[in-house]
């Protein structure tokens, strides 16, 4: 089955979620990159939570109301997964699926070892579809992408670069 692009209204719904739950998080990745109009395609929402004791409470709450659900290739309705905050803790990656589309959680993504509080200064907040959504800086995931060296990343940096460039000129 192939995948489909998550659209603005699966992000909005995962995203509302996480506030709802008051969940300290930035969205990265494809989504992010997408989020700064640069025409890139996803199927999934990259999200880097904050690890605190507390958030980590707020998160597996919030997974719980989205129906999430262990990503496993092979089985396209996933593996039941009942989040706590112990385990997410343990974690450097996750993928899930939710209701509303798969969501991968990253802690520590590529460049960015501190996870949330390195990103927390460049994020931004994009409202998307009537949600305000925080997003990392272009320039966080132009770093990153370019640090992870994925196949997939090196592809969508020139897009990316270039629309770097053109908000710096």
């Known amino acids: ?23 300290d998080f930035v969205v990265i990745g494809g989504v992010a990159a997408r989020l700064h109009e640069t025409g890139h395609a996803t199927v999934d929402i990259d999200i880097c939570p ?3 004791e ?12 989205l129906g999430s659900r262990l990503r496993v290739e092979g089985d396209p309705g996933g593996i039941a997964f009942d989040p706590h905050p112990q385990q997410l803790r343990q974690m450097s990656t996750l993928s899930l699926l939710t209701m ?5 959680l990253c802690f520590a993504p ?4 501190d996870g949330y509080e390195a990103l927390l ?9 009537g949600v305000g959504v925080p997003v990392a800086s272009l320039t966080d995931v132009v770093a990153s ?5 994925r ?19």
Do not use: Q, T
């Not at 507390?54 to 109301?65: K, M, T």
């Not at 590529?110 to 070892?113: L, Q």
């Not at 990343?153 to 990316?160: E, G, M, Q, R």
């Open 121 to 129: 200064p460049g994020r931004v907040v994009v409202v998307v579809s």
């Open 54 to 65: 507390s958030n980590l409470d707020r998160l597996a709450a919030a997974l719980r109301v």
């Open 145 to 149: 992408k370019r640090a992870a060296g």
């Open 100 to 104: 509303h589309g798969p969501i991968d």
């Open 1 to 23: 089955m192939a995948e489909i692009e998550i659209d603005d209204d699966r992000i909005a719904a995962v995203c509302r979620a996480l506030a709802d739950h008051s969940v």
């Open 151 to 169: 196949r997939k990343d090196i592809v969508a940096l020139p897009a990316l670069e270039a629309r770097l460039r053109d908000r710096r000129a």
């Open 110 to 113: 590529a460049r960015f070892v």
């Open 50 to 52: 904050s690890r605190s």
